[in-house]
DNA sequence: ATAGGGTTAG
């Protein structure tokens, strides 16, 4: 009998050693452990029913199982363990993801035995009820919800949670006010939900009036504000947080800074995470937005020491890492590395292609980018509006007019994406360059949005090359208005006027520039230029 | 000890 075993296996090194690797979050490592007993002679260890069930819950956590599931069924069926509570759930658990009716069938036809096998029924009936809510099979799920003869706060947690990201907002509310018993995890499902529906103040007052609150209550709301773009109301929560060592709030912190546009901000909280009294070490998803921000702040230098002590803490790289540095490197021109670290991915999604297009256009690989481009058409997958920055900007590197003009047109007609600020400032660029003025001026004028100093500024760009003070005074004039306080642009005005032998504008508009306090000029003289 | 709630990349 499974018992008997149980006792004289549980703190077996083995059982030890996958359920800490389990446990860890490292699911390949427990799975490997437990297949390399075959290896030993380990018989009587490997039939623990309790290193059983934390290799199927390792196995629930690998994206693509469904072979796995039934050929751990056979396992557990011949080791006469399939009755044991533990195993037993977890099986079901597995199966419950990809196949609820063979987790069903189990549950029916072959009930786990013994004295916890009560509960166990109950824990496996809420992995199917999870399960069929993750599916979004609302139906199914409210069946089993009605039928199951014992149900604890998991199943009506996960009833409510269902309910709620379905947007049957007013439904979870009810079972909410229903439910016998409640906690945090059962005020942080309608939080949720409120928050995945654009209720941010809904959903903080539901904060505040919480009874009880989690670092899953903080955390979700952070990154409901992070989502929103609420930087200010993110970062007053998480300095309101009493739990500083919860990594899970500082990489939200860390994240919501990044995805923001505050890099810097990312960072300085990423130092302040690895003071000596801050008990917790930054994971790979800490990196992973730490080396973004690098990559954002064009500091490479900081993002190179960042890469050798996570090395240092031995942190495996992930598909997310790996593509946060391709993006580091490509920004440093190690397009090598940056190719390396690219072939070596697990799995290459739209993101990571965009990442190596992307940086593949910044250092004029065209070649390379329209290659990868047609590797990922191949493989099916759906390019995006960052794809075609980076397939543009390989052209406009390349001084490919029309190509360009082409790839401009076929993402709209082809993948209907509506080109954005980035998309019309490479196109300007391109345009201007090629002494297409009028053209690139007109493209302004047709932009659905307002456009940005950059995009004036770029065909402000092309004016000097092409020396053309008439027109250059407009654009830059639209330059100064939407970025006042940026000298770059009188720079450039006074560079065309010095081209022009226009002397006399020089000196006015470097009086002006005095005026306006602008008068420390970078590097650049126009002087020299003319 | 098996179930549910949160954090990552262009």
Redesign the pocket.
């Known amino acids: 009998m499974p018992t008997s075993t149980?006792a004289s296996c549980?703190n077996s090194p083995l059982?030890l050693a996958i359920?800490a690797a389990?446990?860890q979050g490292r699911p390949r490592r427990a799975i490997a452990l437990y297949v390399s007993s075959f290896r030993s002679d380990a018989a009587a260890h490997r039939s623990c029913p309790?290193a059983l069930?934390?290799v199927l819950?390792s196995v629930?956590r690998l994206p693509a199982h469904a072979l796995a599931a039934a050929s751990f069924h056979a396992h557990l069926l011949r080791l006469g363990l399939l009755a044991h509570?533990?195993p037993h759930?977890?099986l079901a658990?597995l199966y419950s993801r990809d196949h609820p009716d063979a987790a069903r069938s189990l549950l029916d036809e072959t009930p786990p035995a013994g004295a916890?096998s009560a509960?166990?029924l109950?824990?496996?009936r809420?992995?199917l009820l999870?399960s069929l809510l993750r599916s979004g099979d609302l139906p199914a799920a409210r069946a089993l919800f009605d039928q199951m003869p014992v149900r604890?706060?998991?199943s009506w947690?996960?009833m409510v949670?269902g309910l709620a990201k379905a947007g049957r907002l007013d439904c979870a509310i009810e079972l909410f006010h229903q439910m016998p018993e409640r906690?945090?995890?059962?005020w942080?499902?309608v939080m949720?939900g409120l928050i995945a529906h654009g209720h941010l103040a809904r959903a903080r007052e539901w904060f505040e009036q919480m009874p009880v609150r989690?670092?899953?209550?903080w955390?979700?709301m952070i990154?409901g504000y992070?989502k929103a773009g609420d930087v200010q109301a993110a970062a007053s929560l998480f300095e309101r947080m009493e739990n500083q060592n919860?990594?899970?709030?500082w990489?939200?912190m860390i994240?919501?800074y990044?995805?923001n546009g505050c890099a810097r901000e990312a960072i300085s909280v990423f130092i302040r995470m690895l003071k000596p009294h801050i008990c917790v070490l930054p994971?790979?998803?800490t990196f992973?937005?730490v080396i973004?921000a690098c990559?954002?702040l064009g500091n490479l230098r900081f993002g190179l020491w960042v890469e050798s002590f996570m090395c240092s803490l031995g942190i495996e790289l992930?598909?997310?890492?790996r593509?946060?540095l391709v993006?580091l490197y490509t920004k440093s021109g190690r397009i090598d590395n940056a190719f390396k670290l690219f072939r070596g991915l697990r799995t290459r999604?739209?993101?990571?292609y965009?990442?190596m297009i992307?940086g593949c256009g910044m250092n004029g690989k065209l070649s390379e980018a329209i290659g990868l481009f047609k590797e990922m058409s191949d493989a099916k997958i759906v390019p995006?509006?960052?794809?075609f920055v980076g397939l543009l900007s390989a052209y406009n590197h390349a001084g490919l007019m029309e190509e360009a003009r082409a790839c401009f047109a076929f993402m709209s007609s082809k993948y209907n994406i509506r080109p954005s600020m980035e998309h019309y400032t490479i196109m300007v660029d391109l345009l201007g360059r090629s002494g297409k003025l009028d053209e690139a001026f007109q493209l302004i004028m047709k932009m659905p949005m307002q456009p940005h100093a950059s995009v004036w500024g770029a065909l402000l760009l092309a004016c000097r090359l092409h020396t053309n003070v008439e027109l250059g005074e407009m654009v830059a004039s639209k330059c100064f208005e939407l970025a006042p306080g940026e000298s770059g642009y009188y720079i450039l005005l006074g560079n065309i006027y010095a081209q022009a032998n226009k002397w006399d504008k020089v000196k006015s508009l470097r009086k002006t520039m005095m005026e306006m306090g602008l008068s420390k000029m970078p590097g650049s003289s126009w002087v020299q230029a003319a």
């Open positions: 149980a549980v059982t359920r389990a446990d309790f069930a934390a819950k629930s509570p533990y759930a977890a658990h916890r509960h166990s109950l824990v496996s809420n992995s999870a604890d706060v998991v947690n996960s949670a906690n945090a995890a059962s942080n499902a949720c989690s670092n899953v209550s955390i979700t990154s992070a919860d990594l899970y709030a990489n939200a994240a919501c990044g995805q994971n790979e998803k992973s937005s973004s990559s954002q992930d598909d997310h890492l593509t946060a993006d999604d739209v993101v990571s965009s990442a992307v995006n509006a960052v794809t």
